[in-house]
């Protein structure tokens, strides 16, 4: 009681010293109505998700979606450019096809990778073998000379394809120890075999291919029931391809014991040479500061096993929806309200640090950035990132925001500045103020995140809308603030594994020519 009552002292003191004037509270309310009874989100996430699909860098894909956001912006009368900031290794996926033909048919769940080199129109029909165990690299070069014409089947066989919870739902307590006791002792064998062949999964595809294997056959499994991980290829000229658990430990089986499977791979992609890399960019001009910025940002790519529904559709979704009821509703802001969808935030938050790096005049002068990048969850959590003060100014927006959306965040101040993982980090590192809207999981690592799931279905526009109502008023609060944002870094704690201070990170240049 007393120390909320000093808590509302001090904030009364901090209120009338800076002047802060007014809320608007029948904007806040009209802005409330739009998001929640004139919401765009299910057409948007149509368009991006269904229509245009996975936006991997180097796509046309990719492409399309920024046309697709200019469109959007010309449209919502908001001025908008695609900006671009380097060149990438141009792809597309085409048809993948795969089948087991040998001992019997049938149609098998996978995909190629990405970037994975094609099939060509034939594909390519062999038989599946399986690494073997072996006692050193020696053996193993040995070995090498036997994957001539072969497919070769290179990730673990995993012992269930049940996730763990669902185990724990049904299993004997004694069953689900013992199945978790025999699973670490075969990936511990797994691991150690691998040391032994003298290569990692980096460098083992191609040493495949160089022994004139016929392609690399790898399954993800992403602990979730149909879920796998797909990202990119490691291999120059033969296919990679990820199959689906089932089918995966299928034919493990079958190599096991000597059934000798043989499938039969199509996978349709398309080189297409260098080609550019953008952020799109789209601004509503600040009517006193002009000059001063409050930036949303989500990054645009995603991984093509899926849609990128959740990482990072949602995301995007949350702050083009903003976009649009903020220049509907709040056209004249104060300061500048500018919003990045960041390119190849997948291959090192490359789009972002380029714009960190190409705009130095804009970053100096933030007032804040919010981002959103971890799936469709409602936000539960928010931190200050490590500037000192930011429990001053964060709470003060936050103190506009519905309850119904603030019961649900808890606040971490000054909290810790965020070195990676996405695109506020580019930000951070150079000393803008910059927030992660952090969301409820809703099953995320296991079931969405980089995976053949992470699709239109998974979407819950509740907890979408209620992340849209949460950015715009915290954006019209940075907005209309009185003061500029405090920059101050906290002193950061002892390592304590080397003992030493923590360093605030610092900006790190972007890939500007990837795989290329
Ligand atoms: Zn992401």
Sequence with gaps: MKKSYLLLLLYFICFTQTGFTQINNQLLSVIEQEVNENSQLEILAHELLDIIGPRLVGTPQMQQAHDWALTKYTNWGIPSQNEQWGEWRGWERGITHIDMVYPRIQTLKGTQLAWSPSTGKKGVTAE???????????????????VKGKLVMISMKEPTGRPDYNWEEFATPESFEKMKKERDLYEDEWSRNMQRTGYDRR????????????????????????????????????????????????????????????ISIKALSKELGAVPTFNTIAEIKGSEKPNEYVILSAHFDSWDGGTGATDNGTGTLVMMETMRV???????????????????????????????????????????????????????????????????????????????????????????????????????????????????????????????????????????????LLTAILTYMASEDPDVASKERRALPINKKTGEQGTWPSPRSPNRKGGL
Excluded: C
């Design 326 to 468: 903020l220049k509907k509703l709040y056209p004249n802001p104060k300061r500048t309200i500018l919003v990045g969808h960041w390119g190849s935030e997948e291959q090192g938050l490359n789009g972002s640090r380029a714009y960190v790096e190409d705009h130095p005049e804009i970053v100096g002068n933030i007032q804040a950035v919010f981002n959103q990048d971890n799936g469709t969850g409602r936000v539960v959590q928010i931190s200050g990132g490590g500037f000192l003060n930011s429990y001053d100014y964060i709470s003060r927006w936050l103190s506009a925001v519905p309850e119904e959306v603030t019961k649900h965040i808890e606040t971490i101040f000054p909290g810790m500045p965020a070195s990676g993982g996405s695109d506020n980090a580019s930000f951070i590192a150079a000393g803008a103020p910059a927030f992660g809207l952090s969301s409820l999981n809703w099953s995320y690592g296991s079931y969405t995140w980089h995976t053949n799931r992470d699709t239109y279905d998974k979407i819950i526009f509740d907890d979408v809308k209620n992340n849209v």
């Design 128 to 146: 599946l073998v399986v690494l073997p165990t072996v006692a050193d690299s020696n053996e193993f070069n040995k070995w090498l000379a036997s």
């Design 203 to 262: 460098s083992l595809p191609l040493a495949l291919e160089k022994a004139g294997a016929s392609g690399i056959v790898t399954s993800y499994w992403s602990k979730g029931f149909g879920a796998n991980k797909i990202f990119g290829a490691n291999t120059e000229k033969i296919p990679t391809i990820d199959l689906e658990l089932e089918d995966y430990t299928m034919l493990y089986r079958m190599v096991e014991v000597g059934d000798r499977p043989k």
